[in-house]
């Protein structure tokens, strides 16, 4: 039997360049969109033994064994749940007396190295923090003035950390007397840095950069941010001209841009079971760009109340509804010390029922397979 394939995100990988990627596509017939398909997962049940019931459900169709699913991916949040997902799939493939080739499952982080196709080396997480730092440095050096701003966008002022040691000198302007310190110019690089690999990682996940965040009319209502905003639209660029200039791209840039320009390769998946609640609109316009391939999207969820049509929830819901309190009041919340005590305290609240009571009577939520 073939295990559930999980593999890490290659730190430089080199796929297919426009122009094979284009000629390729023209040897294929055009793919015909599949229409998005939402299931309602049983809530009642372990989440890997309800996502699994979708996921071998459809096997059968079409002539296919239900469990041949070398062209079907899961997509889900996390790692913890595969173990558990493949033991489950493992457990029916036994019953039924039938070998499991095994899907695909990744998370969100590995979703894109499987469709994308980058024209240029991609830049690891930690590779990205660097270039910012090396394009901050860049910055200090040759435009103090820019630097100053950048500073005080994160709350650093630059020269409040002068120092007058000739002998580490990293020079603040043209006109500075004093130097700035090596440990000084180090933290002040490494938190400026990280900062700005979470920030336009965030950006490229809702499909935008920070220049065009920076060119929108709307933030001529907000002076004071959009000054801000600006100053970072000019980082960043300066931060591509570096990119460019080496040879390589940002991890999250290479994904947005790829999905925006349709640079995609889905010859490997027929189909692909989403079990994510909440997903970043790079990774709904992948989905969505994928289902027009002829991949057949699966949504699993565990409500049909206030999501769109894709699956997905509707923001202006939610963000407009508030929680009854009165529904779960405060005495009902329980604390322990770890899950072992948790375990404990179910199940003397389990006990503490009246009689007669029935398993259907109860229903205990876990947060993973080994707390059951």
Excluded: Y
């Excluded at 409040?160 to 002040?188: H, K, M, P, V, Y």
């Amino acid at each position: 039997m073939l295990r559930p394939v999980v593999e890490p995100v290659p730190e430089r990988e080199k796929i297919m360049s426009p122009a094979q990627s284009q000629s390729v596509s023209m040897e294929r017939p055009s793919p015909t969109p599949v229409a998005r398909v939402v299931h309602s997962l049983d809530c009642s049940r372990a989440l890997s033994d309800a996502i699994c019931e979708v996921v071998v459900g459809a096997g059968g169709s079409d002539g296919v064994a239900p469990f041949d699913l070398a062209r079907t991916m899961v997509l889900v949040p996390g790692g913890s749940i595969v173990g558990p997902i493949e033991r489950n799939l493992l457990a029916r493939a036994r019953h039924r007396g039938t070998p499991l080739i095994a899907p695909t499952i990744v998370t969100p982080l590995m979703l894109a190295s499987r469709f994308v196709a980058p024209t240029l080396p991609v830049l690891s997480a930690l590779g990205s923090r660097a270039s910012w730092r090396e394009a901050f440095e860049e910055v200090v050096a040759e435009d103090p003035t820019l630097a100053q701003r950048i500073g005080r966008v994160f709350g650093t002022d630059l020269r409040s950390n002068l120092a007058t040691d000739r002998a580490t000198e990293f020079r603040a302007g043209d006109d500075a007397t004093t130097a700035l310190s090596a440990q000084a110019r180090a933290r002040i690089a490494a938190r400026i840095s990280a900062r700005m690999s979470r920030i336009a990682a965030e950006c490229a996940a809702a499909m935008l950069s920070l220049q065009e965040i920076a060119a929108r009319a709307d933030l001529a209502k907000m002076p004071e941010i959009a000054t801000k905003i600006e100053t970072l639209a000019r980082f960043s660029t300066r931060r591509d001209a570096l990119l460019t200039r080496a040879g390589v791209a940002d991890r999250d840039a290479a994904l947005r841009d790829a999905v925006r320009a349709r640079r995609l390769a889905a010859d490997g998946f027929d189909r692909i079971v989403v079990l994510l609640a909440d997903p970043e609109p790079v990774q709904r316009a992948l989905l969505a760009a994928l289902g027009e391939l002829g991949v057949a999207v699966e949504i699993c969820v565990h409500t049909r109340e206030s999501i769109d049509r894709e699956g997905f929830p509707l923001l202006s819901s939610w963000e407009a509804r508030s929680f009854p309190s009165a529904r779960i009041g405060s005495d009902a919340i329980r604390m322990a010390d770890g899950p072992a005590e948790v375990a404990t305290a179910v199940i003397d609240l389990i006990r503490a029922i009246p009689e007669p009571r029935t398993t259907a009577d109860v229903a205990v939520m876990t947060p993973d397979d080994e707390s059951r």
